[in-house]
């Protein structure tokens, strides 16, 4: 049987990554894995135990006595074909995609024993390779020896008027200035933190897709793949 590859999709916020990182891994029979939804639910968490500070600032102290009561899981949801997001056995996935969590995301993934403790659950869940997984720092920290590595990126607005209309789409009320400053904001913060910066791997392949569809996309991975596939079967 074919060997099972270790596939790693970073890049900027809101550029569409999980679309073409899930229709990969549903093609190809691959697991799929949203990093980005565990840093998340970390964030949810952090809201609900009031450990957001009055000046959006994280407590934390208080976080990494309480980090143990952590626990977040995919399910399979069968409605929609795509793994939901739990936080301690609750199915938390459409809280997780508020503009509230994203506007305090990038702090509690900047601290370093929360990425600790996501790295290490991160690289346990691909253990056995077989897996597509989408973030900021895959190929760089999770997998640096992902066999095929990607690195995505859009225009600013074109990164924000996605994010605007799929927020509108569920039922937000989304102002379009703020969502482009919060994915401006999120891309300095996850670009500058000291652990595990959001850069491009050395050997990843640089995908633009501001100006491409979500089925060229999809087939522009697909074939990366493959080329990727065949090179390693070549070898002896
Ligand atoms: O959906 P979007 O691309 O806007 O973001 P996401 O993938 O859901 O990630 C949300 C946030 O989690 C990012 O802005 C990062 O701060 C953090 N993150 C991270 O630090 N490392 C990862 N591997 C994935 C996400």
């Known amino acids: 049987m074919e060997k099972k590859i270790t596939i790693a999709i ?32 970390c964030t949810l968490f952090c809201m609900q135990q009031g450990l957001i500070l009055a000046d959006g600032t994280v407590d934390a102290a208080a976080l990494e006595s309480l980090m143990p009561q952590i626990e977040v899981s995919f399910r399979l949801n069968a409605a929609t074909g795509r793994p939901d997001t739990y936080l301690n056995g609750k199915n938390v ?39 597509v997984m989408d973030g900021r720092d895959i190929g760089t920290a999770v997998f640096p020896d992902a066999e095929l ?18 927020l509108k789409a569920k039922g937000e009320n989304p102002v379009f200035a703020e969502v482009l400053a919060n994915l ?43 080329e990727r596939i065949s090179t390693l079967t070549e070898q002896p």
């Open 93 to 131: 996935e459409a809280d997780i995609r508020t503009m509230e969590v994203s506007s305090h995301v990038s702090p509690v993934a900047a601290i370093p024993f929360v990425r600790a403790a996501m790295t290490a659950q991160q690289q346990r869940m691909g253990a056995d390779g077989g897996i």
């Open 149 to 166: 590595k990607v690195f995505v990126t859009a225009s600013d607005e074109i990164r924000a008027t996605r994010r605007f209309d799929e």
């Open 10 to 41: 970073d890049g900027h916020s809101s550029c569409g990554k999980s679309t073409m990182a899930k229709d990969l891994a549903r093609a190809i029979g691959y697991i799929y894995i949203d990093s980005g939804a565990m840093y998340r639910a």
């Open 184 to 226: 401006r904001e999120r891309d300095r913060i996850d670009s500058t933190r000291a652990v595990a910066p959001l850069r491009r791997a050395d050997d990843a392949i640089v995908l633009d897709n501001s100006h491409i569809t979500i089925d060229e996309q999809k087939q522009w991975l697909l074939d990366r793949f493959h």
